[in-house]
């Protein structure tokens, strides 16, 4: 039979095995939340910068978009060489803009609206230039209504 000693030491040795144990669950366990926690923060750190690249790249398509459509009002209204200039130089910008949230990573149905915003674009300036063309041959009846189909393609 086990004397009271060796029951003690046995019971000592339990007692020391399952707080190792447990201080070893816990650290793993503390490093698992750990690793995971940093994940999932760096992962949302990716989400908003991707998000936040794309606001940028959005407000300067719309920025753009809205300073060549008023330049091509004040080209209408007094037509120079220079205004049609600012006129083009903002139509490359929004364009070039366009392109670059093009190449971003989207879903489809993202994508397809970009195309859309693009084929906008190019018609506003289709119809801009026609409008522009018309003022510039003194037609006020026809330039009035390209200029009605001017305002219609740039609230779109």
């Keep these: 039979m086990m004397g009271r000693g060796a029951r003690q030491r046995s019971l000592r040795a339990v007692t020391l095995t399952i707080a190792v144990a447990f201080a070893i669950v816990a650290t793993a366990s503390t490093l698992f939340v750990v690793s995971l926690s940093s994940s999932v923060r760096r992962s949302l750190d ?7 690249i794309d606001q940028r790249i959005a407000d300067q398509i719309v920025s753009s978009s809205y300073g060549q459509q008023l330049a091509a009002f004040r ?5 120079s060489p220079t205004a049609l200039g600012e006129f083009r130089v903002l139509g490359q910008e929004t364009y070039a803009h366009i392109r670059q949230y093009l190449f971003r990573p989207m879903p489809l149905t993202a994508r397809l609206k970009v195309e859309l ?3 906008a674009h190019q018609t506003f300036e ?3 230039q026609h409008a522009f063309d018309l003022s510039l041959r003194n037609d006020p009846d026809d330039a009035r209504q390209q200029v009605l189909a001017l305002t219609e393609c740039a609230s779109r």
């Design 46 to 52: 990716r989400g908003t910068d991707q998000l936040m």
């Design 75 to 79: 080209y209408l209204k007094s037509p």
């Design 117 to 119: 915003i693009k084929e």
């Design 126 to 128: 289709v119809a801009a």
